[in-house]
């Protein structure tokens, strides 16, 4: 009795929920054995009791695989050869019975996309194909979208496009919605963690402190989103110039008639013609028109703001832009459209609307940061422009620095730049302006504290 009551408060100190009069004391005393040796990452005393229990009683408790996957791991680590090979289909097979015998705990896409990724990380030793890798991601990504969502298997997952399309045995039109998909499911996840993330910043703006759970939450937000943008990089970076205006052109001339009454396809089109500048093109103007006429929305609206900045009808550009942001009732996808217009002003020197935008974007979207390294880039471009004396005018990078630095960690590199270019200890002390208050003038309107000695 006195053993059951030990293992029992064992037990629930792990976590684990079991239903004690419906199972053996063996299953309990080899689930507590093989959960003590993994908490202590002893995996190598922890394999056989794992073993054992995954064989006799495979449904006792989902710790099996939770620590199993551990276990295995460690396996992979330590061994070569065939031995390794075989722990590799091991861990793929463990969570293929993970899904089996506890479904409801196992996410499809989740799990079989991490099945793919060991796969493709030791694809030599397995002898896998990118055909064969590619399918399985598919295969994963199709039974269940929704739950993945994991960054390094959504670039893995598209990167493997890109080089079954590079070896010729995927067209660019499969290309290009692959890319298409695969940014708006990480646009799908960024938005989510970014609500989640806004959430947390309004309270604490609101002057509330946030508990020590919800400062955990907002730190796993802050990670998430760092790694979608690393991994939306990568995925830009891999497209490259495979994107450009003369593969695109001719696909979408070959697909229009086929599909001007497909609004999803003219989006896309239309996004992508614009990203790459392919606005030259007749073909740009027939798919906006026939997106907007078949579809008014925000989108379609932005799309024509740009034909209008093309024809440089600025005005009627702004026409649009405002109309886009007033079609658009989600904040997040608003916040993005502040941006890109502001981007759109910034590329043609209206830095002053430009940052009304960029501040707007911060309104809807606080925990997307960027807008402030832009805006930043603005003070900085016209540091010669916005001062009166050569010290004045160095002293915008200061104004520029304090931008930088409210996009925090993001911006610690350009911070350390602008203070470069700024006024010196021994320019301070020459000037004898220490502590005083420079009234920066032109568009920026600002004023900047000299920094004290």
């Not at 796993?220 to 995925?235: F, H, M, Q, R, T």
Request: negative net charge.
């Amino acid at each position: 009795m006195k053993q059951n009551i030990t293992l029992l408060f064992a037990l629930l100190f792990l976590g684990f929920n079991i239903g004690f009069s419906q199972q053996n004391e063996e299953d309990m005393v080899t689930l507590s054995l093989m959960a003590d040796y993994t908490k202590t990452k002893n995996f190598e005393a922890a394999y056989k009791p794992f073993m054992e229990l995954r064989q006799r009683n495979p449904k006792f408790h989902r710790g099996i695989y939770v620590y199993g996957e551990s276990i295995l791991q460690d396996k992979i680590e330590k061994s070569s050869g065939a031995e390794k090979v075989a722990f590799i289909n091991d861990l793929v097979k463990l969570w293929e019975e993970r899904g089996e015998h506890f479904p409801n705990d196992t996410p499809k896409g989740q799990y079989a996309a991490k099945g793919c990724q060991l796969m493709y990380e030791y694809k030599d030793a397995l002898g896998k194909t990118n055909a064969e890798l590619y399918d399985c991601f598919d295969a994963a990504y199709k039974a269940d979208k929704a739950t993945f969502t994991h960054p390094q298997s959504l670039y893995t997952y598209f990167s493997l496009m890109v080089d079954l399309y590079d070896a010729g045995t995927k067209p660019a039109e499969d290309l290009f919605n692959k890319y298409d998909d695969i940014v708006e499911k990480i646009e799908e996840e960024v938005k989510n963690f970014s609500e989640k993330l806004n959430e947390l910043i309004n309270k604490q703006e609101a002057g509330t402190a946030l508990t020590g759970r919800e400062e955990q939450y907002k730190a796993s937000y802050e990670s998430n989103l760092a790694n979608y943008d690393l991994i939306s990089a990568g995925i830009d970076q891999k497209l490259g110039e495979r994107a450009n205006c003369e593969n695109l052109v001719p696909l979408y001339e070959k697909g229009f008639e086929q599909n001007k009454t497909n609004a999803l396809w003219l989006q896309r089109a239309a996004g992508k013609m614009s990203e790459k500048e392919c606005t030259d093109s007749p073909l740009y103007f027939a798919i906006v028109n026939a997106y907007h006429e078949l579809s008014p929305s925000a989108n379609s609206a932005y799309f024509l703001g740009i034909l209008k900045d093309k024809e440089n009808k600025s005005n009627e550009a702004i026409e649009f832009y405002e109309q886009a942001i007033s079609l658009e009732t989600d904040n997040f996808k608003k916040a993005k459209l502040y941006s890109l217009i502001g981007s759109k002003l910034k590329a043609k020197g209206r830095y002053a609307q430009a940052r009304g935008y960029y501040r707007n974007a911060l309104k809807f979207n606080p925990s997307n940061l960027n807008p402030h390294l832009l805006i930043a880039a603005m003070y900085a471009a016209s540091a010669n422009d916005c001062g009166d004396t050569q010290f004045n005018k160095r002293a915008v990078y200061w104004l520029a620095a304090e931008e930088a630095r409210k996009a925090g960690g993001a911006g610690a590199k350009y911070v350390e730049g602008y203070i470069g270019r700024a006024p010196s200890k021994s320019d301070i002390f020459t000037a004898g302006n220490e502590g005083q208050t420079i009234n920066i003038g032109c568009w920026i309107g600002a004023s900047v504290t000299v920094p004290k000695l």
